[in-house]
RNA sequence: GGGCCCGUGGCUUAGCCAGGAUAUAGCACCGGGCUUCUAACCCGGGGGUCGCGGGUUCGAAUCCCGCCGGGUCCGCCA
């Protein structure tokens, strides 16, 4: 709905433009100035714009705009003229088209319908997922549901990594070490963890690696079915997490699935015709110095095995040959090599695809890392989140049962963690720290939550009435509600776009903020029997946008807590 | 050494890409509010040279340049 708002006042702007013969200079994105502001539901300062086009002052600019602002309207109440500033307001109509849309159960549905492909978490099948991990898959979990919810058809991927060195040296450890009877993923990362210790003692470990690395290159049966075992039961584990936290993923992709099909000999093929190709020092390499990039791409080792890069490059191509926009999430860590990336597919002609780089998760005592054993796994994390949320449930639901607390207990630990790691703008690093991660006054998640359930308590004592007034919700935070409740759809195109999944966190806290405000201010169930229905109707509204907020951060809307 | 990212009240953080009207919110601190729809809540208060220095502009947290501090990358690893 807001975009509707938004559109009928560009089109007010535009014609009132037109009419007093003024132009606004080329290249500006945002061109009419519009953008939200504490003192109006759309502000313009295009005025600013065009003064020194027109060399005349802004106010008297805005002025002959706003005389000039066609009558006929349909969204519009007024528009304002604050000296050099023009602030559009909803009007009635508006508002009431609002409540009636987010009484469905089904509204929001998006405008895009391009097909998407996010790839996120693909993390080595050599461990558990670690804290720094799951700021990956809850990114990109978040955006899947981001970008579904304003309209695309998305599929979620993971990308295996099976044909590194990291997953020949599980393969050895596996082989060398007994498999504890644990968690499959912390299992795995016993004996890599093992293996690599090994290794630094015995340098002959890293040779017989290198013949698993050789052997699964070029189809050994018994190495393939080794390494399918070790992969298939680490990523049991891992998805154990996943799933746990609520992230879900429609498939999964095999790197080596590139090396068998032909496509990463297609990929060094097409490199080759760019001239900037040689066999250098028993490799065969690309010169991107042209681009910036110092160092020489290698392409197939001096044994004639693939690389990551490559088996990425053909994993590329088919990305943007079988949907529309292709988002890969990755870390700090994979910054120059994204950018290498894409560079090459440039020179491939194959369409580059949009990376949302997050920084690192580091600990209070260094950077992570699961081949030394040193992170803070996810499974750790959410246990002992549950356990402080458990007891946060004992302490306000003593009446409930063990039954109840324990299911509230699941799902507020996982909206806290959640929540907490995609809060946070991607390009932040973050070091972790457990009292703040177990510090529920901090975590805005169960706030949102809570929110909810204040509206669902509400509407299970009184039912929604057939019809109702909406004129009668005048208040200041009953308005304010309502528009808050449109912006949902601003947000969500915003953040599809961007691929900033922050700006739909920032956005739930603060629609939870409004309608705890309305709750303060606005009783329902004893208000008179009209002023009651519509109140009713702005309650299930709300609570439908906080519904679909939580749900689409991935977070549950819990009826009860 | 070079590339990229970050630097906003004591702590965490939004806003920066598309410069505009009193800089966002939480924690912590001070003071209030539960016989009233769940107080995991609400209200009020104090606290900010938006790292530093230049520049562009009518106007800079936002753009440009330089510096300082932190992170990260610069493997025939992934």
Known sequence: MFLDFMVEVEGLLDAALKSCGFQVPEGEVNKLALDLSPHADLASSVSFRLAPVLRRSPASIAADIHKALPAERSYVDRAELVGPYINFFMNRAFLAEVLRRALADDCWTGRMSQSAIVEHTSANPDGPLHVGHIRNSVIGDTLVRILRRAGCKVEAQYYVNDMGRQEAMVVWGRSHFPMEEIKADHATARVYIAAHKTMGERPEVKEEADRIIQGYEAGDPKISAEIKAAVDYAISGIEETLFRMNIHHDSYRWESEFVRDGSV???????????????????????????????????????????????????????????????????????????????????????????????????????????????????????????????????????????????????????????????????????????AALDFDKLSAPFIQYSHARACSILRRSAVPETFDPSLLTAENEVALIKKITEFELVIDRAARELKPHHLATYARELAEVFNLFYRFSPVLDAPDDLKAARLALVQAARNALKVSLETLGIAALESM
Do not use: C
């Open 265 to 435: 000999g297609e990929i060094i093929q097409g490199l080759e015709k760019t001239g900037l190709t040689q066999w250098e020092e028993g490799a065969f390499q690309l010169d991107l110095s042209e681009f910036g990039f110092e160092k020489k791409m290698v392409l197939r080792r001096g044994d004639g095995t693939s690389l990551y890069i490559t088996r990425d490059l053909a994993y590329h191509r088919w990305k943007a040959e079988n949907f529309d926009r292709t988002v890969d999430i990755l870390g700090a860590d994979h910054k120059l090599v994204s950018s290498q990336l894409r560079t090459a597919l440039r020179l491939l002609g194959i369409r580059e695809p949009e990376v949302v780089i997050f920084e690192f998760v580091s600990l209070p005592t260094g950077s992570m890392s699961t081949r030394k054993g040193k992170f803070i796994s996810a499974d750790e994390l959410l246990d002992q989140v549950e356990n402080q949320a458990l007891e946060e449930v004992r302490l306000r639901r003593p009446e409930e049962s063990d039954e109840f607390r324990r299911e509230v207990a699941r799902h507020v630990a996982v909206g806290a963690v959640r929540y907490d790691v995609v809060r946070v703008s991607a390009d932040k690093a973050t070091t972790f720290d457990w009292k």
